[in-house]
């Protein structure tokens, strides 16, 4: 138990369909953030929110939207993605505010998506 | 770009042997980290060593930096079946908005054969 939850563990989608990712940290951190683990890929940094600002989009199609309502909220709803799109999408949080890389991440289990 | 990469891919010892992964990276870091994952699971911190120091351990790990060759060893002594996991080393990098990030390599395959 990291103190990072995902849900739902495993989605099944189509191309056309609407779902969301939801992430839940209880460690009080100011900085989260969403990878995507393709298989024999490195970790994938996709966004970064510290202090409930995105300060970081690493080049991410638009099909991803993130949101981050508050500092221990943050979701990426998915639209009309493509089958590359199947992959491990893990969130992590950190304590530092910056969203840089001071200290640890801590990682949820991941949601793993397929998209047929 | 890929800024940490791990050697070897993959590696398979006896349990009770000694294992031994690296990491190398590119550009100048002011830490290097390992984190560990079960299969199809989140990562798991396990280490950080920052850019001053040269050796760091933790229990049965112990990790060495040598920032001259830009490097890094994790060790795992005396190893148990439940240390088969991926294991991956992170580097911090500046991004391209101004603010360091952490970068992952594409990680070592350990297992662990009882």
């Known amino acids: 138990e990291t103190g990072v939850t995902q849900t739902p563990r495993h989605l099944v989608m189509g191309m056309t369909n609407k779902k969301s990712l939801k992430c839940e940290q209880h460690?009080?951190?100011?900085?989260m953030y969403w990878y995507k683990q393709s298989a024999k890929k490195p970790l994938e940094l996709m966004f970064v929110?510290?202090?409930?600002?995105?300060?970081e989009n690493n080049s991410v199609p638009s099909r991803f939207s993130p949101e981050c309502p508050n500092s221990s909220h943050l979701f990426l709803h998915l639209h009309t993605l493509q089958p590359e799109d199947s992959a491990l999408y893990l969130c992590?949080?950190?304590?530092?505010?910056?969203?840089?890389?001071?200290?640890?991440?801590?990682f949820g289990e991941g949601s793993r998506l397929t998209v047929l | 770009s890929q800024q940490g990469e791990e050697d070897p891919q993959a590696l398979s010892i006896q349990e009770g042997e000694n294992a031994t992964m690296n990491c190398s990276y590119k550009?100048?870091?002011?830490?290097l980290q390992w984190y560990r994952q079960n299969s199809g699971r989140g990562l798991v911190h396990l280490i950080l060593?920052?850019?001053?120091?040269r050796e760091k351990h933790s229990g049965r790990l112990r990790v060495t930096l040598d920032t001259s060759k830009k490097s890094s060893s994790l060790l795992i002594t005396a190893s148990r079946a439940a240390d088969t996991a991926s294991y991956f080393c992170a580097t911090d990098a500046w991004s391209n908005f101004g603010n360091e990030k952490l970068t992952f390599g594409t990680g070592t395959r350990l297992t662990i054969i009882p």
């Open positions: 460690l009080g951190h100011n900085a």
């Open positions: 060593i920052r850019s001053n120091e």
């Open positions: 929110y510290s202090l409930e600002e995105r300060v």
């Open positions: 550009t100048s870091i002011n830490n």
């Open positions: 992590a949080s950190s304590q530092d505010p910056s969203g840089g890389a001071f200290g640890e991440l801590f």
